[in-house]
């Protein structure tokens, strides 16, 4: 990752239609190319305290330094993402974050108050959801500093660099 640790590292929305959404992001504001997972499997779900088996799709790309999420609920289980569209929204749902040290980072959101909403592990490398909603109009999701995650990340940066727009959509196999 080209970014220090505990910055802005990627913005994610939640989307309708995902075919549609990858071809605004490449075709007209020219960002890619996007990995896509469909059905992504997001192990050990916790949403607001309960177990939970959300099925996601996602498309991760990259702006410069800055990755782009997009998310599309595949059904209709409790999640995060199911949450925010029965509440009439779409659009940006999650700014993340990778911090040095990730359960101290989780002990600080929930010392000032927000709620872990959605907690789960990818590969075996955790991250969770805080419900900052009310404070800054969206999710903050933290990520465990785990090589899962970094070479995932790193991976979609560098295809972001200089790319020609021809394959704008690859399949990514977590």
């Not at 997001?42 to 099925?55: C, F, I, M, P, T």
């Not at 999420?69 to 940006?92: H, M, Q």
């Not at 359960?103 to 959605?118: D, I, M, P, Q, R």
Request: aromatic content about 12%; glycine content about 8%; proline content about 4%.
């Amino acid at each position: 990752m080209t970014q220090p640790l505990y910055t802005v590292r990627q913005v994610a929305y939640v989307v309708t239609d995902l075919d549609a959404a990858l071809k605004y992001w490449t075709e007209t504001l020219k960002v890619g190319p996007f990995y896509l997972a469909k059905h992504c499997p997001l192990e050990n779900q916790v949403y607001r305290g309960g177990e939970s088996h959300a099925d996601v799709s996602l498309a991760l790309g990259n702006s410069g330094d800055v990755q782009v999420e997009l998310i599309y609920c595949e059904d209709d289980s409790p999640s995060v993402y199911k949450e925010f569209l029965d509440a009439g929204r779409t659009g940006v749902h999650h700014f993340g974050m990778m911090p040095v040290n990730f359960e101290e980072t989780c002990a600080h959101y929930k010392s000032l108050g927000h709620e872990a909403a959605f907690e789960c592990t990818v590969g075996g490398s955790p991250l969770v959801y805080f419900d900052t909603v009310d404070t800054v109009g969206h999710f903050i999701e933290l990520w465990s500093n785990s090589d899962v995650y970094k070479d995932l990340f790193m991976m979609v940066e560098d295809a972001a660099k200089g790319w020609d727009g021809k394959d704008p959509v690859r399949v990514l196999d977590v």
